[in-house]
Nanobody
Framework: QVQLVESGGGLVQPGGSLRLSCAAS????????MAWYRQVPGKQRELVAD???????KYVDSVKGRFTISRDNAKNTVYLEMNSLKPEDTAVYYC?????????WGQGTQVTVSS
């Protein structure tokens, strides 16, 4: 069974940094695009960043220049380095992986940016 497990969320002050990790297990096919989404209560889940197998990243405008997505294909892991965090970055962050015909989600990790 394919599983994605996120880690690295927490409470941070504005201007601070966090690094999220998402490790995939139970993989029998190669992972295509990996992505990070976020969701706040009452709003739709939004794509924050994604990265192709070859390492090409894409970001939502609101995080460009502050967040960096990367992946380690040998470890089936994707990372999200978040710098210069703002209160509006507060959300539950979800990892997503496209594997064959499946779209697999992690359980989510809370990121709270507050003084």
């Amino acid at each position: 069974q394919v599983q994605l497990v996120e880690s690295g969320g927490g409470l941070v002050q504005p201007g601070g940094s966090l690094r999220l990790s998402c490790a995939a297990s139970g993989i029998t096919f190669s992972i295509d695009t990996m992505a990070w989404y976020r969701q706040v209560p009452g709003k739709q889940r939004e794509l924050v960043a994604d990265i192709t197998t070859s390492g090409r990243p894409k970001y939502v405008d609101s995080v460009k220049g502050r967040f960096t997505i990367s992946r380690d294909n040998a470890k089936n892991t994707v990372y999200l380095e978040m710098n210069s965090l703002k209160p509006e970055d507060t959300a539950v962050y979800y990892c997503n992986a496209a594997i064959a015909t499946l779209s697999v989600w992690g359980q989510g990790t809370q990121v709270t940016v507050s003084s």
